[in-house]
């Protein structure tokens, strides 16, 4: 059973960068697409960022691109988010997700584990 532990949100003042990383446990990350996904409250859950089985394709929202750095390191088993420049409105819960890549559809609705989740909030 794979499990997805994030890590690596708190608070931070708006321009601040934070590093969230996202352990794969009882499989190997490889062989799984992978996203970071967001919720605020109030809002519906948002695609941030997802890569592909070797990190060689990459895709961001809009409101994250030139911010945001998705990446992977399938030695570790491990998925990252970089965020730089944050702002206020990148205020929210974090969640980690992936898909087997037998099951992957090209969608962000695709992904069918997740994490418990982190959080990042950012004060102006």
């Known amino acids: 059973q794979v499990r997805l532990v994030e890590s690596g949100g708190g608070s931070v003042q708006t321009g601040g960068s934070l590093r969230l990383s996202c352990f794969c446990f009882g499989g190997t990350i490889s062989r799984y697409y992978m996203g970071w996904f967001r919720q605020a409250p109030g809002k519906e859950r948002e695609a941030v960022a997802t890569?592909?089985?070797?990190?060689?394709?990459?895709s961001y929202a809009d409101s994250v691109k030139g911010r945001f750095t998705i990446s992977r390191d399938n030695t570790q088993n491990t998925l990252f988010l970089q965020m730089n420049s944050l702002k206020p409105e990148d205020t929210a819960m974090y969640y980690c997700?992936?898909?087997?890549?037998?099951?992957?559809?090209?969608?962000?609705?695709?992904?069918?584990?997740w994490g418990q989740g982190t959080q990042v909030s950012v004060s102006s």
């Open positions: 997700a992936a898909v087997y890549s037998g099951a992957w559809r090209g969608l962000a609705t695709s992904f069918n584990i």
């Open positions: 890569i592909s089985l070797t990190g060689g394709t990459t």
